[in-house]
């Protein structure tokens, strides 16, 4: 039976096709049905503990993506009663509301797109994200969806908030996801335990991310020892290498050394929002001078500290033959009032 059951899985699993997919989501859960749940990744048994540890009973609550899983119902059950969780299929928010409304009657289901979220800037003190962020990072579509979707957390979470993020932690799931959050966020990453196996399996972690105030800059601590990890293979390489990289940008601020940045990066807020100063915050962009361009730019820029005076901004441009680019970066720190 168990056999049978997991053959249907699979073979369900197969009408998803392309996770972003709405059509294809709501296929998914009107041939599931109401009362059959499915979870992703870890079960409550092993989330719920680690979960549970963030959170305070009075918080406001937000679950994204929410599909039919029962982690919301778990959570109510636990004392959690602000709970608001949106998904864009109607036909899975039209089930679950079915099947919470007595048991649950607190709990607000609404049929929204996670990217382009009808809510208040700062309304809620915690997103749970079970799965989401992952489902949104097609790799064949890029990070455009994913980094809609982290900037609309960054703007419904109040200050002081978490956004805590239950994944399996590809690379490049790492990759936006740390660079996204990077200034003004307090970072970890923990594994959830789970029994080892024989079978090479994908391990489930939870990124959490808390919201501050100031733009200060943080370390990623990592709450596990890369040697008991008991993921296999290219997950194991690809967490240590995103976390060994990530930190390493984050040192190379702390020490005043330059940060180098991509065209890419710069949309994404990688390295925060240059409307606002950041002592000491220095970085190097790089444009052009790949492949067969003739042409290549770099822009440097150093803040100062915060000034208690009105303070203008003054920028000078130099543009340099690439042949001669030392001899004029020599003159012009020669001639320097800074």
């Given at each position: 039976?168990?056999?049978?059951k997991q053959?249907?899985?699979?073979?369900?699993?197969e009408?998803?096709?392309?996770?972003?997919?709405k059509?294809?989501w709501d296929k998914?859960?009107?041939i599931?049905?109401?009362?059959?749940?499915f979870e992703?990744y870890a079960?409550w048994g092993e989330?719920g503990?680690p979960?549970?540890?963030?959170?305070h009973p009075?918080?406001?609550?937000?679950?994204p993506g929410?599909?039919?899983?029962?982690l919301?119902e778990h959570l109510y059950?636990?004392?959690?009663?602000?709970?608001t969780?949106?998904?864009?299929s109607?036909?899975v928010?039209s089930?679950m509301l079915?099947r919470n409304?007595r048991?649950?009657?607190?709990m607000?289901w609404?049929?929204?797109?996670m990217?382009?979220m009808?809510?208040l800037?700062?309304?809620?003190?915690?997103?749970?994200?079970?799965?989401g962020?992952d489902?949104l990072?097609?790799?064949?579509l890029?990070p455009?969806?994913?980094?809609?979707?982290l900037?609309?957390?960054?703007r419904i979470?109040?200050s002081?908030?978490k956004?805590?993020?239950?994944?399996?932690?590809e690379?490049h799931?790492?990759?936006l996801?740390?660079?996204?959050?990077?200034?003004?966020?307090?970072m970890s990453?923990?594994?959830?335990?789970h029994?080892?196996s024989?079978k090479?399996?994908?391990?489930?972690?939870?990124v959490v991310?808390?919201?501050?105030?100031?733009s200060t800059?943080h370390?990623?601590t990592?709450l596990?020892?890369?040697?008991?990890l008991y993921?296999y293979?290219?997950q194991?390489c690809?967490i240590?290498?995103?976390l060994e990289n990530e930190?390493q940008?984050?040192?190379g601020?702390?020490?005043?050394?330059y940060?180098?940045?991509?065209?890419q990066?710069?949309?994404?807020g990688?390295?925060?929002?240059?409307?606002k100063l950041?002592?000491?915050?220095r970085f190097?962009?790089?444009?052009?001078?790949?492949g067969?361009?003739l042409f290549?730019y770099?822009a440097?820029l150093?803040?100062?500290?915060?000034?208690?005076?009105?303070f203008?901004?003054?920028?000078?441009?130099?543009?340099v033959p690439?042949?001669?680019?030392l001899?004029?970066?020599?003159e012009?720190?020669?001639?320097?009032d800074?």
């Amino acid at each position: 039976m168990g056999k049978k059951k997991q053959g249907e899985e699979v073979e369900l699993l197969e009408t998803l096709g392309d996770f972003t997919s709405k059509e294809n989501w709501d296929k998914f859960f009107t041939i599931r049905g109401s009362d059959d749940s499915f979870e992703w990744y870890a079960e409550w048994g092993e989330v719920g503990g680690p979960l549970i540890s963030h959170l305070h009973p009075q918080q406001q609550i937000l679950v994204p993506g929410c599909g039919n899983s029962r982690l919301s119902e778990h959570l109510y059950d636990a004392g959690f009663k602000s709970i608001t969780n949106i998904d864009f299929s109607k036909v899975v928010i039209s089930d679950m509301l079915r099947r919470n409304v007595r048991e649950r009657p607190a709990m607000r289901w609404r049929v929204m797109d996670m990217t382009n979220m009808q809510l208040l800037d700062e309304s809620f003190d915690v997103v749970v994200d079970k799965g989401g962020l992952d489902a949104l990072m097609e790799p064949k579509l890029g990070p455009k969806l994913g980094n809609q979707y982290l900037s609309e957390v960054k703007r419904i979470l109040k200050s002081g908030g978490k956004f805590i993020c239950l994944t399996l932690a590809e690379s490049h799931v790492l990759g936006l996801l740390f660079s996204k959050l990077r200034f003004g966020w307090k970072m970890s990453i923990e594994a959830i335990p789970h029994k080892p196996s024989s079978k090479p399996s994908l391990q489930t972690f939870v990124v959490v991310a808390e919201k501050e105030m100031s733009s200060t800059l943080h370390e990623i601590t990592a709450l596990f020892n890369k040697y008991s990890l008991y993921c296999y293979g290219n997950q194991a390489c690809g967490i240590n290498e995103a976390l060994e990289n990530e930190n390493q940008i984050r040192k190379g601020h702390f020490n005043g050394s330059y940060i180098f940045y991509s065209l890419q990066d710069l949309q994404l807020g990688a390295q925060g929002d240059l409307t606002k100063l950041c002592q000491g915050r220095r970085f190097q962009l790089t444009l052009g001078g790949q492949g067969d361009s003739l042409f290549c730019y770099r822009a440097i820029l150093l803040d100062a500290r915060q000034q208690s005076t009105p303070f203008m901004y003054h920028c000078g441009v130099f543009i340099v033959p690439k042949e001669a680019d030392l001899n004029w970066r020599h003159e012009v720190f020669l001639s320097s009032d800074y």
